[in-house]
């Protein structure tokens, strides 16, 4: 591995900039603009440019374009002044929940993976400004805070940048980051990596200077997640998903020398990656190239398992944030933030041999997964970069609990209301009761592995008598649609 | 571009070699064995150990894993001889859907593009023997016929590998293979083509000698497709998705210079081939890099339009295989077989801008496509490769009739009964009424776009119903789960 640049500066500021406030900034964007707004894992968005905005006496129908999530500044208050008319890829706030299902606001739910591409070529919307947190700018380039996302396409689509640089964010971050942009279709380059945490780009996102319109200075934190303690089902799901690890890496020959994961599994991945501190691995190399980076990651790399971890955003709780923060010299060498059409990127999914960890909100008896929609209608966030590993991993696991609602409601269904990851993707599927390897079997016997070992032992005497019924009218995958939802 | 290799030989076999008879060798296989069979598109498949299989008064229960499409040999003669308890990745008989539909054969359908790893890390099945079809064959080599499909992964994997070597199938087609393995995971290298007809690789598929057991001489020709000609409303459709196209030149800067298209629509193909020959694409390169070449493709490189074609399968009818075979010298510089690995890659589809267009069973008013099962329960064939082209094109098109059986059946519907391609995949729809790019639009949009311009206004009025009193309800994507299926 090369070391990581230093960042171009020990300055926040460097040069002659258009530095203004927040107000000012806001008060020159037009009122129907496309916004472009880095942060991801809702960490790295620009924060007093949206605030201002929420607060200007304005007549605003913006359409609000985000690497990932973001925090209130932008998904409640911002929008709760009505101000945002459109929304793409993914949302993850009440209010922008609860406007996006009302039909208030348009919202259009993307893999997160592809939406650099569709940006930079104007395939979902013409971006105009682009608004990007920093922790330090200059004449013509910048240096992302706690998340790359999807800033670099964002900065050169964009005709006009406004930077906002945080002084609560650590300078030092920089050390951190991998900045490389892929070229376009139809000569796009291979992405150059041969490892998971190569660095092939530089630590700043540079820019054609002429766009830098306005220069914010801010020292407001992030509003990071906020994670709850892992759960006695959650522990379970984590000690089934070890058991599977440790079977895998013994049957799989692409696993006999490294182990590079992916987890984007919320609450339950301080769970896992708690437990895979205590699985033997052998000899192997323990690396992680996923979206986000959730504190447990950082536990492993001190205690010397994981080798690396590659990921866009430092999707961590306060705390983890803190400690990252003091410790950024410890971190820098083994912690790579690259664009999420890096993180996310089919070819390299692929490349590195990922097992990849994901949850969803529930599953169906024939290993198809929804990741968003409850009753089919009502989105509760998107797809995010769930379907870029789905599809691309070399093991594709999903994790969930078999029930949701304190046990109320299974979360193993006869079929999903909505379809995130098809049949086709699924390999295997791990709940508190067990794990069904799914690959390799006919739709009847996927039922048979995931109503036997994965749904909670209440529900399954339904779920057989279900499959019974439909399996007798025969068909590859023997659904009864009159009464498939009569289930809820 | 490179020019084609010359194959090895111009021989048929070449050293010495285990000849032998299809009765023989067949005999010789274990009854439970794992067959890896070559053969995509209908062609290039092996026949006579097959039908000497079927022919064996043998109790078998063999696992049958093919590239894509094979023909009836194997998936009806060997099939309903009994001998078949599993089937992989594809089928596309009627033989082989009865028996899949009835719960006689296991069957998984898998994405093609991803098989050839699943058979090489032994994830779906452990490969025992690879039986394929060549029309030449040395001790260490093999010339693939009329398909390269798995073909080379299969060799790899397999213990024992049995060649048929066919001498009803051209010498010279090897001129237009190109034979590159990629490397495994976790250093898994780039596919290292450019440019969609960039030549990598080998004409002829290596192994190591010890594995060739048998080798098989027949004259038995492939059983192609067989195409019927383009009606009232394929051609309404290639109209519109001409204009569609033109349009899209025009605005999306990756097809300045050049367009490379893909097709999976069957009986179609060859009217939007049709129509392609008259849309006006300036000065611009059109290039094909998909799965399977169709008759109409040979059209359009005989004009000159077309200037080259990469695929893994010469899926003509029997009129296009006797034009190809009697020019193979003309075809040979413009047209190059692949791997399904290569030809369907990812990585490959994303860095050529590759615009894709497949068929489907239904959509529905949201953008959801079902690709295989009627009613949810009954497959037809499978996915295929239609969810790696979707996932990964830069501009993805659905394209299908808006009704089925004489027009009594829409296949426009309000909830698809299986989803093989998300919304989150499918930018554009075209039927013969119309075009709805769901680009950038929310699902209540998008709703209104399908049903206005696609769905048959006979439907329509139906279709406005569900949708308001599903709306009514609320939700990002209106959903009425209590008579989303009563529409059948």
């Keep these: 591995m090369v070391g990581p640049a230093n960042p171009p500066v020990d300055r926040r500021l460097e040069g002659d900039l258009p530095v203004t406030s927040a107000e000012r900034a806001a008060a020159g964007l037009d009122g129907s603009a496309t916004l472009l707004v880095s942060g991801f894992g809702s960490v ?18 913006l359409t609000v374009v985000s690497g990932g999530t973001v925090g209130d500044e932008i998904d409640t ?12 890829p993914y949302q993850g706030t009440e209010a922008a929940r609860d406007a996006v299902n009302s039909g208030a606001v348009a919202y259009q739910d993307r893999h997160v993976g592809g939406l650099a591409d569709e940006v930079a070529f104007d395939l979902i919307a013409e971006g105009d400004v682009a608004v990007v947190e920093a922790v330090a700018v200059g004449e013509d380039w910048l240096v992302p805070s706690t998340s790359v996302g999807q800033t670099p396409a964002f900065v050169e689509s964009a005709s006009e940048l406004i930077v906002e640089v945080n002084r609560a964010q650590p300078l030092g971050l920089g050390r951190l980051h991998d900045i490389y942009r892929p070229s376009d279709p139809p000569a796009r380059e291979p992405l150059p990596l041969t490892e998971p945490d190569d660095r092939v780009g530089d630590p700043f ?13 801010t020292d407001r934190r992030d509003s990071p997640y906020e994670f709850r303690d892992p759960t006695a089902e959650d522990w379970a799901i984590a000690r089934h998903l070890g058991d599977f690890l440790t079977d895998e890496m013994e049957r799989n020959r692409v696993l006999s020398e490294r ?7 919320g609450n339950l991945g301080n769970a896992l990656m708690s437990e895979l501190s205590g699985i033997d691995i052998g000899d192997r190399t323990l690396g992680y190239f996923g979206e986000v980076i959730q504190d447990g990651l950082l536990d492993l790399i001190e205690e010397g398992r994981l080798a690396c971890a590659s990921a866009t955003s430092l999707a961590l709780s306060a705390d983890g944030q803190e ?10 060498s083994d912690v790579v933030l690259r664009p999420t059409d890096v993180s996310n990127s089919p070819a390299l999914i692929d490349r590195f041999g990922v097992v990849g960890v994901n949850s969803a909100l529930e599953v169906d008896v024939y290993g198809h997964a929804n990741s968003t929609h409850i009753n089919g209608s009502n989105v509760i966030n998107g797809v995010g970069g769930s379907g ?3 599809r691309n991993a070399l093991v594709s696991v999903t994790a969930l609990r078999s029930t949701a609602r304190d046990g109320s409601v299974s979360r193993v269904v006869p079929m999903v209301s909505h379809v995130d990851h098809t049949e086709h993707e699924i390999d295997v599927i791990v709940t508190e009761h067990g794990v069904a390897d799914l690959r390799g079997l006919s739709p009847r016997e996927r039922a048979d592995a995931i109503v036997e070992r994965c749904a909670d032992p209440s529900v399954r005497p339904t779920l057989r008598d279900y499959l019974k019924r439909a399996g007798d009218a025969g068909g590859h995958m023997p659904h009864d649609l009159d009464t498939v939802f009569d289930w809820r």
Tied chains: 1, 2.
Excluded: C
Excluded at 205 to 217: I, N
Excluded at 323 to 332: G, Q, T
């Design 44 to 61: 790295g968005y620009p924060k007093a440019v949206p605030l201002a905005l929420a607060d200007a006496d304005r007549d605003l129908s």
């Design 77 to 88: 208050d911002l929008l709760e002044s009505g101000a945002i008319e459109r929304r793409y």
């Design 205 to 217: 996102v540079t820019f054609d200077p002429e766009k830098l319109t306005a220069v914010v200075e």
């Design 259 to 265: 182990i590079t994961l992916q987890f984007g599994v």
């Design 323 to 332: 400690r990252l923060f003091e410790n950024l010299d410890r971190y820098a």
């Design 388 to 390: 870029d590993f789905n």
